[in-house]
């Protein structure tokens, strides 16, 4: 390396730091060193500050250079490449760099570059910096441009299954709403029912009663037009009871109707069973509550807990009602 290689390349435009990496990792050389420039345009390692350490990686050496003639030698060849270079160290760097061994001692000495030259290999430094920052630049605007549409479409499969997961509860919601109304549908054709054989029953009492109190028993004949409504016959000698229990009441902790509760019970239990068991179904019911028939109406008392349901005319079915 030279004084005047080092004040060449600062004349370039090139930073001081950038020109003492390039000759120290050239060994010196302005031909070497625009090369070397060039290469690493852009890169990190040419604003790292030097290392002053000498390098411990051996590297590898061309073959010893074939003796000439008496004339003293001027230059290296590079027998591959046909390149020409002015000392060792220069042969060295191409022999790192390209990983040639065939190198040869010449006569002839290197030429020094003219201005012309100069400013030619400068031209093209400048034309090779320029372009590879255009493909830097554009690789970035194309990984900027992947992003985006990466960042796009996992917005999107975000936002579609949003909604799927929406249009799926409001279905889950149609259909239970429809399944509550259905129930409720059963519900009030088996109270109209109830009201039906309660009326028939009623009916069945006073003709009983009256033919008592005029001494003659008669029996109750069978209501046609019920038993054509399919309505089920009182069965007195029934072993079971089966009861709906409609709620009436707001159970806290749920939202919307409470739906009925249809049970089997044995005719000799009591009614005391009965309100465990809806206590049980219901554990958010308040401790105030009544169950009555809405026809005939009654409302059961506390001193009816302790009766059979057989007792209470609630054999073999019959709809009752819970209230606050």
């Not at 549908?185 to 033919?211: F, N």
């Not at 009925?260 to 206590?279: M, N, Y």
Request: charged share 35%; hydrophobic share 30%.
């Amino acid at each position: 390396m030279t004084m005047g290689d080092k004040e060449q390349l600062l004349e370039f435009g090139f930073p001081e730091l950038h020109v003492d990496k390039a000759l120290k990792a050239t060994n010196g050389g302005l031909q070497q060193a625009l090369d070397w420039l060039s290469e690493n345009a852009g890169k990190p390692l040419l604003d790292e500050p030097m290392d002053e350490t000498p390098s411990s990686e051996p590297t590898e050496t061309p073959n010893e250079p074939a003796p000439v003639s008496d004339e003293q030698a001027q230059s290296l060849v590079c027998n591959e490449c046909n390149k020409q270079f002015k000392n060792e160290e220069l042969a060295q760097y191409h022999a790192v760099k390209s990983g040639h061994t065939d190198f040869a001692q010449s006569t002839e000495a290197v030429k020094p570059l003219s201005e012309e030259e100069k400013k030619r290999k400068l031209a093209e430094l400048q034309d090779r910096i320029a372009e590879k920052r255009r493909l830097r630049d554009e690789e970035e605007k194309q990984d900027q441009r992947k992003n985006e549409i990466l960042r796009r479409k996992a917005g999107q499969d975000i936002s579609e299954q949003q909604e799927r997961l929406k249009e799926e509860q409001m279905k889950r919601d149609i259909e239970k709403q429809k399944q509550l109304k259905d129930e409720d549908k059963r519900a009030t054709a088996r109270i109209k029912q109830q009201i039906e054989q309660d009326k028939r029953d009623r009916a069945e009492r006073l003709v009983k009663e009256k033919a008592e109190r005029d001494g003659t028993v008669q029996p109750v004949k069978e209501h046609t037009s019920m038993l054509k409504q399919g309505l089920p016959k009182i069965e007195t000698s029934a072993t079971q009871t089966r009861l709906q229990i409609r709620p009436m009441v707001q159970i806290k902790g749920q939202d919307g109707p409470v739906r009925p509760i249809t049970c089997v019970f044995e005719a000799d239990q009591t009614l005391k069973d009965v309100i465990k068991h809806v206590k049980q179904q219901l554990p958010g019911l308040g401790h105030h509550f009544k169950l009555s028939m809405s026809f005939p109406r009654k409302d059961f008392a506390t001193s009816d807990e302790s009766k059979t349901l057989r007792e209470l005319g609630l054999v073999p079915n019959a709809a009752l009602i819970l209230t606050e």
